[in-house]
């Protein structure tokens, strides 16, 4: 079996979603072959039927996908080395057992698993190690024959122990010893038929000409099991890498009490791929101690295995939204109005409902004349459809007002849903702090006698005539402006409030006010 070209995998199990230690082992699989022209095989280790997750393949392979990551065989693609899926390779195994059965480099364990466990624990009690100790490998012919007339279950042990003790060269960790103690017989085909981990990946990565194993240090324990198996089949051992483990801020294993950890939850938030992509690769590994912002052809070009670390990497989701938001003010506004068209059509063409509403929001929309602000209910109405066109324009025109402000693309439904919707909502503090306030009304109706005026509604001469209101009114600018803000965008942190009103119109920011200020007379005159 002779091999010639860099040949790597990544081999998820459709447990459930891409998790972004899982993404970045791919990341580095993908780099890897990709700087070394050579081939990168996706495989999926789907043998465990009883924690499969329907549906977990599709978002697995859409997550790669979404980042960037296409594979040169494997599923939806094919290849030379299929099948890509191990639950259809069981022959393989079967007929692999079978060699290392006839060959006595594995041998029948008869031993039940409540057995096994019992002899486990007493070996703990008396300070022995609690592996199995081999009994079933000195079994006679006679012995197994009878065993087998009574139709007594078996498993299958590998007879790992007659290798003694184990050393290899890890491309990452470098020289790595295991003592013969470490390993026992372990099982390669379970008593129902299935064959395990540490088989079927020899098995697979052997056949499909895998020249490199690049995976993660949980991994490490695996290969004292794995290379014997190599060895007693007689093929050619890959190289292998084991990558450190991304831990959380508190130090433990990325898990999902640290907050979202599937790739996919992170695309819904509003990361983008380059950002994603060019943060995994930084998990474990650095090109020097001052660049941090790659272009996917530079880390193609820059990455080694060589300046990946030995030890943990801590991920942190501020640097993340950081270098998301980069990314994300480097986009046009064309391309940043289609990115963000998502995450606004909702908001623009099916409107009102009560769903994801904070508990004390009220919504304009929802107000009516006999209402007072105070005791305002969301009610279930619908807003009339708008064009998406539309959309997209008036998408266009606020870009330049929200690109330095949003480090992920969802966070324009709370910075900018005024601009789509009559029933935004009125945040408390803005109600708290401003429309309640004993100047509101004064102020707003000053406001509708100065915005009336405006001829073009331009922002210049929006702001030209409300910075008047300060010396006219005798009050704090920053409370004038934050009064009408709360007014026409429902919160106390927007856009740029000249621009905002702009982008409004002046039709659709005199109405908002008016409306306010009547809700706010009702409540003053009411009972």
Known sequence: MVRTKVRVRFAPSPTGYLHVGGARTA??????????????????????????????????????????????????????????????????????????????????????????????????????????????????????????????????????????????????????????????????????????????????????????????????????????????????????????????????????????????????????????????????????????????????????????????????????????????????????AELLLPYIRDIALVDGGGEGREEGEEHLGSATGNETLSDTQTKNILAPRVPEAEIKRTLLKIIPLVRERIKKLSEVQQMADFFFTEDYPLEKDAMQKFLKAREARKILQATLEKLRLAQTFSSEEIEELLRQLPDELGLKAKQIFQTIRAAVTGKTVSPPLFQSLAILGKEKSLNRIAKVLSILEEGAEGP
Not at 219 to 231: D, F, G, R, W
Not at 249 to 272: C, I, N, P, Q, W
């Open 27 to 336: 990341i580095y699989n993908w780099l890897f072959a990709r700087q070394h022209g050579g081939k990168f095989i996706l495989r999926i280790e789907d043998t465990d039927i009883s924690r499969n997750v329907e549906g977990a393949i599709d978002t697995i392979l859409s997550s790669l996908r979404w980042l960037g990551l296409e594979w040169d065989e494997g599923p939806q693609v094919g290849g030379d080395y299929g099948p890509y899926f191990q639950s259809q390779r069981t022959y393989l195994y079967a007929e692999t057992a079978r060699k290392l059965l006839s060959a006595d480099r594995a041998y029948r364990c008869f031993c039940a698993p409540k057995k096994l466990e019992e002899r486990r624990q007493q070996a703990l009690r008396e300070g022995r190690p609690p592996g199995y100790d081999g009994r079933c490998g000195d079994l006679t012919q006679n012995q197994i024959h009878k065993l087998l007339s009574r139709e007594k279950p078996f498993a299958l042990r590998f007879r790992a122990t007659s290798f003694g003790d184990l050393s290899f060269r890890d491309l990452i960790h470098g020289e790595i010893a295991f003592k013969k103690e470490a390993v026992n017989d372990f099982i390669i085909v379970r008593s129902d038929g299935t064959p395990t981990y540490n088989f079927t990946v020899v098995v697979d990565d052997a056949l499909m000409q895998i020249t490199h194993v690049i995976r993660g240090d949980d991994h490490l324990s695996n290969t004292p099991k794995q290379i014997p198996i190599y060895k007693a089949l007689g093929y050619p051992r890959p190289e292998f890498a084991h990558i450190p483990l991304i831990l959380g801020k508190d130090g433990s294993r990325l898990s999902k009490r640290h907050g979202a950890t599937a790739v996919e939850a992170f695309r819904e938030e509003g990361f983008l791929p380059q950002a994603m992509v060019n943060y995994l690769a930084l998990l474990g590994w650095s090109y020097d101690d001052r660049t941090t912002l790659f272009s996917v052809s530079e880390l193609i070009d820059k990455f080694s295995l060589e300046k990946v670390s030995k030890n943990p990497a801590i991920f942190d989701l501020d640097k993340l939204e950081w270098m998301n938001g980069v990314y994300i003010r480097e986009k046009s506004d064309q391309e940043l």
